[in-house]
């Protein structure tokens, strides 16, 4: 059981990390992804991929309400890679697409905060592929 509460911390630490999967967790916990699921499931009740969809949708669902973001950007904030994947899981969970949640949700409360400093908040400001700043002691 323990290894599966250090798989599960993983995925709560971990969950807007688009290359976190199933590999990855098992390997973690010490076990085949396969023996991994099964555990997984018969001790919280759902796989490990059901479980790190939930808790993407969740972060999903407070940024909606909460950040000046487009939906694609907070697709990706969240760590899906597919906005189509996004939003047919977002709505299999909540009932409504993402811009409906938010349409449903907002407007009747403060500002949303302004995109740029949620993205800064939430990390996601990232250095595209060779846009990684070197330290000035590198050798080319």
């Keep these: 059981m323990r290894q599966l509460r250090l798989a599960k911390d993983a995925m709560d630490r971990d969950w807007a990390d688009p290359g976190l999967d199933l590999a990855a ?9 396969f023996h991994f699921v099964r555990a997984f499931k018969e001790a919280y009740g759902e796989t490990p991929g059901q479980y790190l969809t939930h808790r993407r949708i969740e972060r999903a669902e407070d940024l909606l309400r909460t950040a000046d973001l487009s939906v694609t950007e907070i697709c990706l904030l969240v760590g899906f890679s597919s906005l189509g994947t996004f ?31 949620a993205m800064l908040w939430a990390g996601g400001f990232r250095s595209g592929p060779g846009g990684a700043q070197r330290n000035s002691g590198e050798a080319d």
């Design 87 to 117: 939003s047919t899981r977002f709505k299999a969970w909540t009932g409504l697409t993402p811009s409906e949640y938010r349409t449903k949700h907002v407007g009747r409360g403060a500002a949303l905060i302004p995109g740029c400093y």
């Design 25 to 33: 967790v098992a390997a973690h916990a010490g076990y085949s992804r």
